[in-house]
């Protein structure tokens, strides 16, 4: 399958399963970019801005009510 036929089929879900698709989709790449993160980048991670800094885990997985509150806000919103 190719990146626009899944593009396409992702289209045709209704916007609370993509916003589970993209919860999970995300939750995937951090898991994934954490686990391959090195000491060195770590430090690295340190010497960032403190504003910058600010702004990592911004983003709260695992909370599905806010979540599922947010998607209803949205559904309502436009109608």
Same mark, same amino acid.
């Given at each position: 399958?190719?990146?626009?036929?899944?593009q396409?089929?992702?289209l045709?879900l $209704? =916007?609370? %399963?993509?916003?589970?698709?993209? !919860? @999970?989709?995300?939750?995937? *790449? +951090?898991?994934? /970019?954490?686990? #391959?993160m090195?000491?060195?980048?770590?430090? $690295? =991670?340190? %010497?960032?801005?403190p504003?910058? !800094? @600010?702004?990592?885990?911004v *983003? +709260?997985l695992? /909370?599905?009510? #806010?979540?599922?509150?947010?998607?209803?806000?949205?559904?309502e919103k436009?109608r």
């Amino acid at each position: 399958m190719t990146l626009q036929e899944l593009q396409n089929q992702v289209l045709q879900l $209704s =916007i609370r %399963d993509r916003w589970r698709l993209v !919860q @999970s989709v995300l939750a995937s *790449i +951090q898991q994934e /970019t954490l686990s #391959s993160m090195s000491p060195s980048s770590a430090k $690295s =991670i340190a %010497d960032l801005d403190p504003w910058t !800094q @600010s702004l990592m885990g911004v *983003i +709260q997985l695992g /909370t599905e009510d #806010s979540a599922e509150s947010y998607v209803d806000y949205l559904e309502e919103k436009y109608r």
